[in-house]
């Protein structure tokens, strides 16, 4: 009987070693960018939100380093139409905004890499959305 409690806790154990060491291993495809809004009134003042969220646990994540962004206009066949984009601050965990020059309606892909906080993989995306008059 004795014998049976310690191996089932051994077993436990084991068990709990596996699960942690899976959620340490996390991989880029782990998580994902979202758009907030997939249409955005055009302009030079246009602002888009991206929501970074660990698909695991379906949580934000929040403190990513994004280190590369791109707005080109690849998904109406003129991918060196391109434009700045400027970080703004958000004061939501997870979301991260950014102010651009959407010069023209249409269809526009926003290229987008993290660091996420202890994983040693970029994340990337290429999200796509439309600007509107």
Do not use: N
Not at 21 to 48: M, N, R, T
Not at 82 to 96: A, C, H, R, W
Not at 113 to 125: C, D, F, I, M, R
């Amino acid at each position: 009987m004795k014998s049976k409690l310690v191996l089932r806790a051994a077993m436990l154990a084991l068990a709990s070693v596996i699960a942690a060491s899976q959620s340490a291993e996390a991989q880029p495809q782990d998580y994902e960018f979202q758009l907030v809004e997939h249409v955005i009134k055009q302009g030079s003042d246009a602002v888009v939100a991206v929501r970074l969220v660990d698909k695991r646990s379906g949580r934000p994540v929040g403190d990513a380093v994004v280190f590369t962004t791109r707005m080109d206009m690849a998904p109406e066949g003129m991918e060196s139409m391109t434009t700045p984009v400027e970080t703004l601050p958000s004061d939501q965990p997870g979301i991260y905004r950014f102010r651009t020059d959407l010069t023209m309606a249409g269809a526009w892909r926003f290229s987008i890499a993290a660091k996420v906080q202890g994983e040693t993989e970029t994340v990337e995306s290429r999200l796509e959305l439309k600007a509107v008059q």
